[in-house]
């Protein structure tokens, strides 16, 4: 059975195992690793442990240019299969390209369900926050993520260019 967890330094040797297989320089989508990140020593993980913990905490200012945000872990016994990232409100980055909620999971944990789940769960927690409506994007490619958004009644909204890239960006009510 999955579980979401706040994230715990337990899972170090879990995490590491996860995010090789993810590849060498892979971006963790709803992770939360940021390239500064020490996550390898277990002092780095600590502190990055902590980072997300603060993150969430409404009583601590969030870093330079971001918000406050709810990490959660997605684990099945003991494994490490995936993250998830709820923001609490939305800086103009977020708005165009980067939106309220993020996940992913490694590649063997694909294709089970699981983004759905753990998405569920995490609109719960949104609605629980206050909020009425929340945005998730995806690259216009990522049909598996589009289906996930689609799933839990996204609209959407445009496709926008953003710089570099093209993003489709979907709006969830939470709101009867
Ligand atoms: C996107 C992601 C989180 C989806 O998680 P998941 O739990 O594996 O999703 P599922 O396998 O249940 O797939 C969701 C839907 O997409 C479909 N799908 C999955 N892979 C697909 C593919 N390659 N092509 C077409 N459809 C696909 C599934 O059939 C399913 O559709 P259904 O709900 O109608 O049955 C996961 O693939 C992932 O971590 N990808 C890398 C990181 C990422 O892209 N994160 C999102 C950034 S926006």
Redesign the pocket.
């Known amino acids: 059975m999955p579980k979401l967890i706040a994230p715990t330094v337990v899972l170090h040797a879990a995490f590491l195992e996860a995010r090789e297989e993810w590849g060498e320089g892979a971006w963790l ?2 992770h939360g690793v940021r390239p500064t990140d020490d996550v390898v020593s277990a002092a780095g993980f600590e502190r990055w442990v902590a980072s997300l913990h603060d993150q969430e905490d409404v009583s601590i200012p969030p870093i330079d240019g971001w918000v406050h945000c709810t990490y959660r872990w997605i684990v099945e016994d003991e494994r490490f299969l ?1 993250a998830i990232a709820l923001r609490h409100t939305l800086n103009d980055w977020l708005l165009q390209t980067g939106g309220h909620i ?4 490694r590649p063997t ?8 789940w753990a998405l569920g769960h995490t609109l719960e927690t949104a609605r629980s926050l206050g909020l009425d409506r929340v945005l998730l ?3 216009p490619g ?4 589009a ?2 958004i689609e ?1 839990h009644g996204g609209v959407l909204e445009d496709i926008r260019n953003t710089g570099p890239d093209r993003v489709k960006r979907y709006w969830i009510n939470l709101r009867p």
Do not use: D, F
């Not at 993020?102 to 999971?105: D, E, F, R, S, V």
């Not at 990522?142 to 993520?145: I, L, V």
């Open positions: 989508h709803g995936g993020g996940y992913g999971l944990a694909r294709g089970r369900g699981l983004a759905s994007t995806c690259h990522n049909t598996a993520s289906r996930t799933a």
